[in-house]
């Protein structure tokens, strides 16, 4: 297991509303990429039902996640930096 502390990109793998349209980069597979701050050094390793993953980065699988039907949204990186 690896922390993450300090920049990271986050790939978006299934865009939700809290990040629509934000964009950073465009990836060699066509997804957008996220420039973030990371200060974590735990995971997720599964997320809840009613989930879906939006987000990962190389060793965070589940960076951002949502269940749009409770309007319920997830982030491991900091938004505000």
């Known amino acids: 297991d ?4 300090g920049y990271a990109q986050v790939e978006i793998i299934d865009p ?3 990040l629509a349209n934000i964009e950073d980069h465009i ?3 066509g997804n957008a990429l996220m420039d973030v701050w990371m200060s974590h050094g735990d995971k997720v ?5 009613g989930f879906v993953t939006s987000a990962q980065t190389p060793s965070c699988p589940h960076a951002a ?3 749009e039907s409770r309007k319920f949204y997830g982030v491991q990186f900091h938004p505000e930096v």
């Open 2 to 5: 690896k922390r993450e502390f």
């Open 45 to 49: 390793l599964e997320i809840p039902d």
């Open 27 to 29: 990836g060699a597979n």
């Open 16 to 18: 939700m509303p809290l």
């Open 65 to 67: 996640m949502y269940d």
